[in-house]
């Protein structure tokens, strides 16, 4: 069994709390928030440990055919807004991370307050999301800064 500080010094190093909102046609855009994590394929067991611990999501195998001399990974995620609020939000609550990856978790935290609250469905909470989601961003053409704050078409 991993020690939960292990859990968070791991996902301070390789996790990524996500605030997407994804284009949903004529209707207001669609808010998600995700966890994840991505390693290489040959280092499962953790996140298979890490899934077990927290008692959700699901792992995806990954193989980035494309780069020639990429290594298949895997991804564990979780999307699923009451596994997010019931499960991923305590744990990181009562386990706070150390490094900047707890202001991304401060922004995630606030978003899903905003969900829980359905400020979502409004054009005025989508627009305080969007301005959550990135204030404080260390330089917007930084990708790596925008891994956990991106929108889709």
Same mark, same amino acid.
């Given at each position: 069994?991993?020690d939960p500080?292990?859990?968070?010094?791991?996902?301070?190093?390789?996790?990524?709390?996500?605030?997407?909102?994804?284009?949903?046609?004529?209707?207001?855009?669609?808010? @998600?928030?995700?966890?994840?994590?991505?390693?290489?394929?040959?280092?499962?067991?953790?996140?298979?440990?890490? *899934?077990?611990?927290?008692?959700?999501?699901?792992?995806y195998q990954?193989?980035?055919? @494309?780069?020639?001399?990429? @290594?298949?990974?895997?991804?564990?995620?979780?999307?699923?807004?009451?596994?997010?609020?019931? *499960?991923?939000?305590?744990?990181?609550?009562?386990?706070?991370?150390?490094? *900047?990856?707890?202001?991304?978790?401060?922004?995630?935290?606030?978003?899903?307050?905003?969900?829980?609250?359905?400020?979502?469905?409004?054009?005025?909470?989508?627009? *305080?999301?969007k301005s959550? @989601?990135?204030?404080?961003?260390?330089?917007?053409?930084?990708?790596?800064?925008?891994?956990?704050?991106?929108?889709?078409?």
């Amino acid at each position: 069994m991993l020690d939960p500080h292990y859990i968070v010094g791991f996902v301070d190093g390789e996790g990524c709390f996500s605030i997407t909102i994804n284009k949903n046609g004529e209707h207001l855009p669609e808010v @998600r928030l995700i966890f994840e994590i991505e390693l290489r394929e040959d280092d499962e067991a953790i996140l298979q440990q890490i *899934k077990n611990i927290l008692g959700c999501g699901n792992i995806y195998q990954l193989d980035y055919k @494309r780069y020639d001399n990429w @290594r298949p990974h895997v991804k564990y995620k979780v999307s699923n807004f009451s596994d997010i609020a019931g *499960k991923i939000i305590p744990f990181f609550q009562r386990y706070p991370l150390q490094a *900047k990856k707890q202001k991304q978790f401060e922004k995630f935290c606030r978003v899903a307050e905003m969900i829980r609250s359905k400020e979502h469905l409004t054009p005025a909470g989508i627009a *305080k999301i969007k301005s959550i @989601r990135y204030r404080d961003s260390l330089d917007a053409l930084d990708a790596h800064v925008q891994w956990g704050a991106i929108e889709t078409t």
